[in-house]
């Protein structure tokens, strides 16, 4: 069985991803190497750090470079929180005041810092999402309104609405979960998130191993 890789930004602890993609049965490797990841059978890009320092460090160390090589052979890719956000063209955490950091390019669009309405910034704890996309993959078996543990103080701003699986409200609606072809992502950490969280990550290693499992209906 190949390895799903988790890709070592050097920022923060790691081991709950692995523990979590482990536990939905998956041969887990985490790694800084941009071999590794361009020869793993999936991706997955955890949450840690802010936009500007993760993407600075993912373009000059090549593992930005081999993500994308990995996403255009349609391989199964997790971005979990930052990583989802990562997705996008640019970001303005950490970027310089009215400037942007540049992003993967995977998706169109920006993140952009939460504008709760008057609501704590960060987001942080347990909240329900409304799913967009009915026949989502990574969302499979899971009931609509069901919760998931967010932290967060910036979101996913994409340029189509399309790409987003499921929102979330928190003075405002945003996306929580993008799904496009073979590229997932969602705001919330699933590492986290208890059993529904555990759902989320066996749907994603059933992508990325080509598992079908029977009666899971939503």
Not at 67 to 87: D, H, N, R, T, V
Request: glycine share 10%; charged share 20%; net charge negative.
């Amino acid at each position: 069985m190949k390895p799903i890789v988790v890709v070592d930004y050097h920022k923060g602890n790691l081991m709950s991803v692995k523990r979590g993609l482990e536990a939905a049965g998956a041969y887990v490797r985490v790694s800084d190497d941009p071999r590794e990841i361009a020869s793993a059978c999936a991706v997955v890009l955890p949450g840690v750090g802010s936009f500007a320092d993760a993407a600075s460090f993912l373009w000059e160390s090549g593992q930005a470079d081999a993500l994308l090589s990995s996403i255009e052979a349609q391989k199964p890719f997790l971005g979990i929180c930052l990583g989802m956000q990562l997705l996008l063209e640019r970001g303005r955490e950490g970027a310089p005041r009215n400037e942007f950091a540049t992003g993967l390019g995977v998706l169109k669009g920006s993140c952009e810092r939460l504008d709760a309405r008057g609501l704590k910034v960060p987001h942080v704890g347990w909240d329900d999402v409304s799913f967009a996309n009915p026949s989502s993959r990574l969302f499979r078996g899971i009931p609509e309104g069901s919760h998931f543990y967010f932290t967060h103080s910036y979101v996913a701003c994409p340029d189509e609405d399309g790409v987003v699986s499921c929102r979330c409200e928190y003075g405002v609606s945003f996306p929580a979960a993008f799904e496009l072809d073979a590229v997932f992502g969602c705001q919330f950490h699933p590492e986290k998130s208890s059993h529904r969280g555990h759902e989320v990550l066996c749907n994603f290693v059933d992508v990325a191993y080509g598992r079908t499992r029977k009666g899971l209906l939503r």
